[in-house]
């Protein structure tokens, strides 16, 4: 359904954003962050699925400064590049300015329509921060992203944000959950699965479809909220 096409970021790059056109009546406009595998046919699904609910999707390749056109499976060899990329290679706040600059984008074709990002993983953190930082965001969905309930635990988010973890996820410590849940943000949703890690890709081994079905239904309900 969508295409990898060439944007322009703040900083002057070109990187690949995988853009996938509203089916119908635009609903509103999404931002879609990758997990640290890069825009896999699994991220570039879920931007078509979206799409196909009536939502313009953009999904930058964050990671094309330091390796363009990365996408690698979930285990072998490509396995440690990606960690390196996202962990010690690529800043953090690159990403949240390539976030930024897909809402930009958003402002400028469709500024009547409410603007909407969703991520997995390392997305799952920077949609969260994301939510805390940008006000022109309407509502957020975090897929368990580790540096939620750690490094950006106490501000709450400026949107409606909902984040999903997964009690048996080995790299999530569940107190840490169990905190952001205390916190009792009036702005966010912390909800918790029965699941592992990413449990909403069918490509991974802690894949837990009744979790992703729930996990999809809320993030189309919040969403739905402001349908215009």
């Known amino acids: 359904m969508g295409e990898m096409i060439k944007m322009a970021m703040a900083d002057g790059a070109d990187i690949a954003v995988y853009r996938a056109e509203a089916v119908g009546r635009r609903r509103g406009s999404l931002v879609l962050i990758q ?5 896999t046919d699994h991220i570039r699904e879920m931007a078509d699925a979206f799409a196909a609910e009536g939502y313009a999707v953009l999904a930058p390749a964050l990671f094309d400064r330091e390796h363009p056109g990365f996408e690698c499976d979930y285990t072998g060899p490509e396995f440690e590049r990606a960690v390196e990329l996202a962990r ?4 953090f706040e690159q990403s949240l300015a390539d976030a930024g600059c ?6 400028a074709e469709a500024g009547d329509t409410p603007i909407f990002i969703a991520g997995y993983c ?4 920077v ?10 965001l309407s509502a957020a969905s975090s897929y368990y992203g580790s540096m939620v309930p750690t490094i950006f635990a106490d501000s709450p988010p ?6 999903h973890f997964g009690r048996f996820d080995a790299g999530i410590a569940m107190e840490g959950v169990e905190a952001l849940v205390a916190r009792q943000h009036p702005t966010a949703q912390i909800f918790v699965y029965e699941a592992g890690h990413g449990f909403n890709s069918d ?3 802690d894949y837990h479809e009744p979790s992703a079905d729930l996990a999809w239904e809320r993030t189309l309900g919040l969403f739905g909220v402001f349908d215009r």
Do not use: N, T
Not at 88 to 91: G, L, N, Q, V
Not at 102 to 107: K, N, P
Not at 127 to 136: E, G, I, T, V
């Open 88 to 91: 010690k290679i690529h800043p």
């Open 35 to 39: 997990e640290i595998f890069g825009v």
């Open 122 to 125: 390392y997305g799952g953190s």
């Open 102 to 107: 897909c809402i930009d984008q958003f402002v």
């Open 127 to 136: 949609a969260w921060r994301m939510a805390q930082l940008d006000a022109r």
């Open 158 to 163: 400026q949107c409606a944000a909902i984040a």
């Open 203 to 205: 490509r991974r081994k």
